[in-house]
């Protein structure tokens, strides 16, 4: 098979973005109050108060077992592709179609994979 007959068999990809959430968003609040501090005293905080590399490599993996490739990271998030239906079938659709046939958000969030569901850390 050439390499456009098999590309055209694959289904589309769909990228999605996963938002870390703050291990102490108290902290975080507070942090994002407080006055007098230099930029190097306010890195030096926040870098306690977002997610661990270790935490985010666990969810990295976790969407590269389910079949997703991870595109990006940042301390807060992680942008993965995967095959459409891989998508769908770890966190749902929060899309659906109207009478004629477009393609809608119904603003529902996401289901959280059970695989995401217990990456639950701190520091």
């Not at 994002?32 to 108060?49: N, W």
């Not at 985010?56 to 459409?84: C, K, M, N």
Request: glycine share 6%; no cysteine; net charge negative.
């Amino acid at each position: 098979a050439s390499a456009s007959s098999v590309s055209a068999s694959l289904p589309p990809s769909t990228s999605v973005t996963v938002l870390l959430t703050a291990p102490d968003s108290s902290g975080l609040d507070a942090l994002a109050d407080a006055a007098g501090l230099s930029h190097a005293q306010r890195l030096t905080q926040l870098d306690a108060l977002v997610q661990s590399a270790a935490s985010r490599e666990a969810v990295a993996a976790a969407l590269q077992d389910e079949g997703f490739s991870i595109d990006h990271e940042t301390a807060w998030t992680i942008d993965a592709t995967a095959p459409q239906p891989t998508v769908t079938g770890l966190f749902g659709t929060n899309r659906a179609r109207t009478a004629t046939n477009q393609v809608v958000s119904t603003g529902a969030l996401p289901d959280i994979p059970a695989s995401l569901s217990g990456l639950r850390f701190v520091g």
